[in-house]
Each structure stands twice: as structure tokens, then as C-alpha cells.
């Protein structure tokens, strides 16, 4: 059973830093690109960051570029997010969410862009 | 970066009606596009790929359209637990966004 559990959340000033991890099990974890996702409060739901089953390749949303860092432990089976300068606006919970696989009459794939599993959460809340 | 507007803000259905949710992408994604369900204190899950095929074991009342621009998630007949939020995603050039959102609410 794939599992991702999602940790390392909390109440952090403007300006600080946090590191996020997520566990992940259930599956081969270094064949799989994995994403942070983020949602505000009461907000919808917001992209933030990506990296390949390797850790070679990274993508950053615009409104984290140059603060956050995505990494990976594939020996861990672990997902990290570094964050640097926190800012109000980064207060959500943050949930990492593994690439999309999926199987057709020709054979399985995985879509690193869709997200077929998630963790449960972690609340980061940047506040003076 | 593609900006995802989803219409209506909030449905209000009855159990065994027909829901129709709009997604418009402000320049073309082609195909590519997910449609995923949300419930209170629950994380999102995925529905609907590449704009009409359905992910592993969600129901056939499910349903997706569309290509370009224009985009639909149909819930053909509502079950009471389809009531929540739907969000639509594209994945363009790794600058993946997400719709703002439509409530599906009794």
C-alpha cells in the first residue's frame, strides 16, 4: 500500500526557515518524480515545487524560485522541502504527492505532471 | 503562466442530478489536464487525466471533455458522497497551476 506521511510543519516568524519531509512506502520510490503542493487556508490549491525519480532535474513555482529547495533521499525513500525567507503568504498546509501511474493495453507509464497519491499534511504557519 | 478559471463558483444540485463543471484555460494546454476531487480535511484525489480518461477505480458517472482551451467535468447521476470541491489542473512546461475551484454542495 503506497503511503506518503508528510512532516516537519509549525509556527515559524517571517523571515525563518523550515524543512519539510515525507516518508514515503509502498512503492519504488527513486521511479518516481514527486511534487509539493500547497493550500492556503480555506484557499485552493497551489503547485510549488517538483523533482525527478533521480533528484537531477528540479521546477520551482515562481512565487518560491530562489527560497525553496526540493531535494531527495532515495536511499531514505524520503522527499524534502528546504524553505528559506518564509513570508505570510507561504502560510498552508503542505502536502507532497507522488507522479501519476498509470497502465493501457500498450503498457504503464508514469505522468510526473498528475498525482495519483498524496500525503496527509503538514500546516506551516509563518507569523510574528 | 496559464492561469486555470473554473465556473460555477458553487453548485447547488440534488442527489441523482447531472453536475456540469467548466474549466478555461487562458491559452492552450492541448489535452493536458486533470480534474481532481476534494472532501473537508481530506487531500485532493485524482478523477480525470489527459482530459477524458479516468483514473484507476473512479466510477463511470465520472466523465471529462474538452480540449484547448475549454474543458468539462460531468458527474452524471450525483451520489451523496460526490459533494465536495473540484479542482482542475494543467501541466504545461512544468509551470503546473491549479482552477480556483468549484463546490458541488446538496
Known amino acids: 500500500e503506497v503511503q506518503l506521511l508528510d512532516s516537519g510543519g509549525g509556527l515559524v516568524q517571517p523571515g525563518g526557515s523550515l524543512r519539510l519531509s515525507c516518508a514515503a512506502s509502498?512503492?519504488?520510490?527513486?521511479?518516481?518524480?514527486m511534487s509539493w503542493v500547497r493550500q492556503a487556508p480555506g484557499k485552493g490549491l497551489e503547485w510549488v515545487s517538483a523533482?525527478?525519480?533521480?533528484?537531477?532535474?528540479?521546477h520551482y513555482a515562481d512565487s518560491v524560485k530562489g527560497r525553496f529547495t526540493i531535494s531527495r533521499d532515495n536511499s531514505k525513500n524520503t522527499l524534502y522541502l528546504q524553505m528559506n525567507s518564509l513570508r505570510a503568504e507561504d502560510t498552508a498546509l503542505y502536502y507532497c504527492?507522488?507522479?501519476?501511474?498509470?497502465?493501457?493495453?500498450?503498457?504503464?507509464?508514469?505522468?510526473?505532471?498528475?498525482?495519483?497519491?498524496w500525503g496527509q499534511g503538514t500546516l506551516v504557519t509563518v507569523s510574528s | 503562466e496559464i492561469v486555470l478559471t473554473q465556473s460555477p463558483a458553487t453548485l447547488s444540485l440534488s442527489p441523482g442530478e447531472r453536475a456540469t463543471l467548466s474549466c478555461r484555460a487562458s491559452?492552450?494546454?492541448?489535452?493536458?489536464l486533470a480534474w481532481y476531487q476534494q472532501k473537508p480535511g481530506l487531500a485532493p484525489r485524482l478523477l480525470i487525466y489527459?482530459?477524458?480518461n479516468r483514473a484507476a477505480d473512479i466510477p463511470a458517472r465520472f466523465s471529462g471533455s474538452g480540449s484547448g482551451t475549454d474543458f468539462t467535468l460531468t458527474i452524471s447521476s450525483l451520489e451523496p458522497e460526490d459533494f465536495a470541491v473540484y479542482y482542475c489542473?494543467?501541466?504545461?512546461?512544468?509551470?503546473?497551476?491549479f482552477g480556483g475551484g468549484t463546490k458541488v454542495e446538496i
Open positions: 491559452q492552450s494546454v492541448t489535452n493536458s
Open positions: 489542473q494543467q501541466r504545461s512546461n512544468w509551470k503546473l497551476t
Open positions: 489527459d482530459a477524458s
Open positions: 504527492a507522488k507522479g501519476f501511474r498509470y497502465c493501457d493495453s500498450s503498457g504503464c507509464y508514469v505522468h510526473p505532471y498528475y498525482f495519483d497519491y
Open positions: 523533482i525527478s525519480g533521480s533528484g537531477g532535474s528540479t
Open positions: 509502498g512503492f519504488t520510490f527513486d521511479s518516481y518524480a
